[in-house]
């Protein structure tokens, strides 16, 4: 049986990782092996931060939320329970785009809270 060189599939796929590799500092760029072990942990890195950003945005909104509660005299804890009383189903993207966007519609939301807590 003859002999197969993969030389052609071997340089596609070295090819491909170096494309990926581009930006990379250094030797990171150009020499395969580094090329392909920056490459492995930079993708690796990506997934979990595509999963780490969900939590940063709730982090985010829950600041925002906090900050136009206490304008209104309610702590973030005091608000969201008064608001789950009052069965006002809004979630936290909303509501700190509302604390950001329209003071006014946060005020009303955050005494519907207030007036629900108290009754």
């Known amino acids: 049986m003859p002999r197969v060189r993969g030389s052609s599939q071997t340089r596609r796929r070295r090819k491909k990782i170096l494309k990926q590799a581009k930006g990379h500092r250094a030797g ?20 979990e931060h595509r999963r780490d950003r969900k939590g940063d945005f709730r982090r985010l ?46 005020t009303a939301l955050a005494e519907t809270a207030r007036t629900a807590l108290a009754g």
């Open 28 to 47: 990171r760029h150009s020499l395969f092996k580094q090329a392909n072990e920056s490459v492995m942990h930079a993708l690796q890195y990506a997934y």
């Open 61 to 106: 909104w829950i600041a925002r939320i906090n900050a136009a509660a206490r304008l209104n005299g309610l702590s973030y804890s005091t608000l969201m329970s008064g608001l789950k009383r009052a069965q006002v189903e809004i979630d936290r993207k909303v509501l700190a785009d509302l604390a950001v966007r329209d003071e006014g519609a946060f």
